[in-house]
């Protein structure tokens, strides 16, 4: 009888040992509280114009009216000029009809601004004190994540659900990771997918920018608030990664 229980009471101090550290990993690792979410899709179809312009593993096409002056990271254009003609009114016989000048308005300049950012994932694990103590290639394949994408899906998936310590460890962790992803790559709000590209189109107050991943890196895409977002798409039609 004593045997036994000496044994209830050791599992039960078990039991409150793996209660106890699993509340503490909740703890501390709490997810940062993002709010994205994903609106409508942009389909990106492959045009077939020759390249013209690369950096590192993508290559894509601007026509000869963009210009850069450091070497491909901005490219500036001339969007358009235009021209506003006056309203005409019937003039009275007894007075002497004005002809006005049609105004024009400023060209505006659109600018493209191209950054890629290398091994995001691994770097935002080394610059974040709490992601320095996991693996995270183990949380990624324990979680069945091949990718940034994934890693955005997941945390939008689970970010409505509280950790219960009846969740396991790499659960806590990855949710964690996936939370921090999304703050450091500043997806917030409503991002659209880019469909037939690995990446979101995030839009601000004033610019476009394209976020596009691949083998571990991020490329970034700032369109100024001059570029509609047709205008973007022909653009992004012509991305290719080698």
Do not use: W
């Amino acid at each position: 009888m004593r045997k036994v229980l000496a044994n209830i009471i050791g599992l039960a101090i078990v039991a409150l040992l793996v209660v106890g550290f699993k509340s503490y990993v909740i703890y501390y690792y709490e997810p940062v509280e993002n709010t994205i979410h994903i609106g409508s899709k942009v389909n990106i179809e492959y045009d077939k114009s020759k390249s013209n312009h690369k950096l590192e593993a993508l290559s894509y096409y601007l026509d000869e009216t963009y210009i850069t002056k450091d070497y491909g990271e901005t490219y500036t254009k001339v969007i358009s000029q235009e021209t506003i003609q006056p309203v005409e009114t019937p003039a009275e016989q007894t007075e002497t009809k004005v002809e006005e000048e049609p105004t024009v308005k400023e060209n505006q300049t659109g600018t493209i601004t191209f950054e890629v950012k290398h091994d995001i994932v691994e770097n935002i694990c080394i610059e974040e004190s709490k992601l320095q103590k996991i693996d995270k290639y183990f949380l990624m394949k324990y979680s069945k994540l091949n990718n940034e994408i994934d890693l955005v899906n997941y945390y939008i998936k689970n970010k409505d659900t509280d950790s219960q310590v009846i969740d396991f460890i790499y659960q806590i962790k990855t949710k964690y990771l996936s939370s921090i992803f999304i703050k450091e790559m500043n997806l917030q709000n409503e991002v659209k997918e880019l469909v037939g590209l690995d990446g979101y189109l995030v839009k601000d107050k004033t610019n476009t920018k394209a976020v596009i991943f691949n083998k571990g890196n991020s490329y970034e895409v700032t369109f100024s608030e001059e570029f509609a977002e047709e205008d973007i798409v022909k653009i992004l039609n012509t991305f290719v990664f080698e």
